[in-house]
């Protein structure tokens, strides 16, 4: 396991106990198109080599893979994946705790 994906899932879990701490909106993303999606996650553990997105499934909600393989390189539930969707959920709940402070 990549020490930059343990120091990204702390933060991105850190961040998620101060979001809920604030009681606000949950925050969307128009990632997947041009209809918002909501990032409503619990949190982000690590098991082994693989990394579990707990996510709260609703119609509009964003839908990330279940589990990723830090082993494998490319494809669904890959590394490049799971870059893409920690740095995504990272910038939403940034942006989202910035402008509630």
């Known amino acids: 396991m990549k020490k930059a994906i343990v120091n990204k899932v702390n933060l ?4 998620i106990s101060e979001f809920k701490a604030l009681d606000l909106e949950i925050p969307v993303t128009y990632d997947g ?5 909501y990032i409503d996650i619990n949190g982000v553990s690590i098991k082994n ?3 579990y997105i707990d996510e709260n499934k609703s119609q509009y909600a964003y ?6 393989n830090t082993n494998k390189d490319w494809g669904i539930g890959s590394m490049e994946e799971l870059n893409h969707h ?6 939403v709940l940034t942006k989202s705790l910035k402008e509630n402070k």
């Open 12 to 15: 991105i879990n850190k961040m």
């Open 33 to 37: 198109g041009t209809f918002p999606y």
């Open 49 to 51: 080599q693989f990394v």
């Open 63 to 68: 839908n990330f893979e279940k589990r990723y």
């Open 86 to 91: 920690l740095n995504l959920i990272k910038r």
